[in-house]
């Protein structure tokens, strides 16, 4: 992935950061926090999306739901032709909240978030049986000492 080279000013920093906490906001309640004109606001926004700083709008769990939430961390060894098809399938999961490319033993690793271990080993069996996946290896999260995002 490219990294995004983008200058942004002061409002834009705080228009972000105010899309953070909700990007729920109207555009008229960001022009009043900001102190600028809503058509000001839109302008913003359209540009901040237009050079690909915003790439989309998403939900933010509640972190009491979140924390009765399984979480499993899944190397997995992939052939790299059949690597693009492995991800569509990954993707088509929806407990499977993310997946990085690593370097190591292991090509990928998958974030795997389930409510039950029952519902976690029907994921874990669907990625074995994914054309293009060798071996796995998973371990369960017991628990988060921190997280910064």
Same mark, same amino acid.
């Given at each position: 992935? %490219?990294?995004?080279s983008v200058a942004?000013?002061?409002?834009? %920093?705080? @228009?972000?950061?105010?899309?953070?906490?909700?990007?729920?906001? /109207?555009?008229?309640?960001?022009?009043?926090?900001?102190?600028?004109?809503?058509?000001?606001?839109? $302008?913003?926004?359209?540009?901040?999306?237009?050079?690909?700083?915003?790439?989309?709008?998403?939900?933010?769990?509640?972190?009491?739901?979140?924390?009765?939430?399984l979480q499993v961390? =899944?190397? @997995?060894?992939?052939?790299?032709? %059949?690597?693009? /098809? =492995?991800?569509? &399938?990954?993707r088509a999961m929806?407990?499977?909240?993310?997946?990085? &490319?690593? /370097?190591? &033993?292991?090509? /990928?690793?998958?974030?795997?978030?389930?409510?039950?271990? $029952?519902?976690?080993?029907?994921?874990?069996?669907?990625?074995?049986?994914?054309?293009?996946?060798? %071996?796995?290896?998973?371990?369960?999260?017991?628990?988060?000492?921190?997280?910064?995002?």
């Open positions: 992935m %490219k990294r995004l942004l000013d002061d409002s834009d %920093k705080r @228009l972000l950061a105010l899309l953070r906490e909700d990007a729920r906001l /109207s555009t008229a309640a960001l022009a009043r926090r900001l102190g600028l004109a809503r058509t000001t606001v839109v $302008e913003r926004l359209n540009r901040l999306m237009t050079r690909g700083v915003i790439s989309g709008f998403t939900v933010r769990m509640n972190p009491r739901y979140e924390a009765r939430l961390h =899944v190397l @997995l060894d992939v052939d790299p032709k %059949k690597c693009e /098809s =492995v991800v569509a &399938a990954l929806p407990q499977v909240k993310a997946v990085h &490319a690593i /370097s190591g &033993a292991f090509d /990928s690793l998958a974030f795997v978030e389930g409510e039950t271990t $029952e519902e976690i080993d029907g994921v874990l069996d669907a990625i074995g049986h994914i054309p293009g996946v060798g %071996k796995t290896q998973s371990s369960l999260v017991l628990s988060v000492k921190f997280d910064r995002q």
